[in-house]
């Protein structure tokens, strides 16, 4: 069994996701033809199929409103309006360390990744994964003052399974304490291979149209949020290099006073 010595801090966010970096900005003017139908898809409904129009939806058209994108869906209304979960106890996680995914809501913690992003707020010194109640370490990273976000670099998780991951705030070699211990589960293999396609779907459908890197992120972020695969959302936001200022905000601001005050 996976051993924990230290405080356990309260925690508030949600498992993990899987991102590639982005980093081109949201263009400041109007957009070019080719990017007509963004719109539709930044503004899209769950998705639906067998209706013999578009899987995701009947589009609303294209809004313009203080930190809203121009493409119709803006961070902020992708965030609100998908109903990020509350924390578990009711209470405030204030302090000088939150972590944010995986997401902990004291309830089993489902991820998409097989290689999830690990995003806190406050200092770290160490995080470890270790198969779920199990001795074995599989993975560990010593971090630098200043981090907020490592992904995880050992082999891919297996779908499925369960695991555990340990946060040092400090670390001491003779007696370690783990200030926080998460354990979240991979999504099964079937609805895995379900989310994996029709993300490849939206992806590859934007690139065509020559959508930003921002864009694409922002609506893979709200298919995940509308699953409330919040730990993969998250990853979704923190993986833009280069993010607008209504981004900026969000990752500065809106999150951490959701999950971490």
């Known amino acids: 069994?996976?051993?924990?010595y230290g405080m356990l801090s309260?925690?508030?966010?949600?498992?993990?996701?899987?991102?590639?970096?982005?980093?081109?900005?949201?263009?400041?003017?109007?957009?070019?033809k080719e990017l007509s139908t963004q719109s539709q898809l930044l503004s899209q409904e769950p998705p639906v199929k067998g209706d013999g129009g578009s899987r995701y939806g009947d589009p609303t058209p294209p809004v313009e409103s203080d930190g809203g994108s121009r493409f119709g869906r803006s961070w902020?209304?992708?965030?609100?309006?998908?109903e990020p979960p509350e924390w578990g106890d009711g209470g405030s996680r204030g302090g000088p360390f939150c972590a944010l995914?995986?997401?902990?809501?004291?309830?089993?913690?489902?991820?998409?990744?097989?290689?999830?992003?690990?995003?806190?707020?406050?200092?770290?010194?160490?995080?470890?994964?270790?198969?779920?109640?199990r001795?074995?370490?599989?993975?560990?990273?010593?971090?630098?003052?200043?981090?907020?976000?490592?992904?995880?670099?050992?082999?891919?998780?297996?779908?499925?399974?369960?695991?555990?991951i340990m946060f040092y705030?400090?670390?001491?070699?003779?007696?370690?304490?783990?200030?926080?211990?998460?354990?979240?589960?991979?999504?099964?293999?079937?609805?895995?291979?379900q989310v994996t396609q029709e993300l490849e779907e939206l992806t590859t459908q934007l690139q065509s149209e020559g959508?930003?890197?921002?864009?694409i992120a922002l609506a893979r972020f709200n298919y995940f949020a509308e699953k409330q695969l919040w730990s993969d959302a998250l990853t979704e936001a923190f993986s833009v290099e280069?993010?607008?200022?209504?981004?900026?905000?969000?990752?500065?601001?809106t999150i951490p006073q959701k999950f971490c005050n």
């Open 211 to 215: 959508a930003s890197e921002e864009i």
């Open 242 to 253: 280069n993010p607008s200022p209504e981004l900026q905000q969000l990752r500065e601001e």
């Open 135 to 164: 001795d074995e370490l599989l993975w560990s990273e010593n971090l630098n003052p200043g981090e907020q976000q490592v992904q995880y670099t050992g082999e891919p998780l297996q779908p499925g399974q369960s695991y555990d």
């Open 169 to 193: 705030e400090s670390v001491d070699d003779a007696f370690p304490f783990p200030s926080v211990q998460i354990t979240f589960k991979v999504m099964a293999v079937e609805p895995r291979q």
């Open 101 to 133: 995914t995986p997401f902990d809501e004291t309830t089993d913690v489902v991820v998409w990744s097989t290689r999830p992003t690990i995003i806190w707020q406050g200092g770290l010194a160490r995080v470890e994964l270790y198969p779920h109640n």
């Open 1 to 4: 069994m996976v051993k924990f």
């Open 10 to 32: 309260t925690l508030v966010f949600s498992g993990l996701w899987l991102g590639e970096p982005f980093t081109s900005r949201i263009a400041s003017v109007s957009p070019p």
């Open 76 to 82: 902020r209304d992708s965030f609100n309006d998908n």
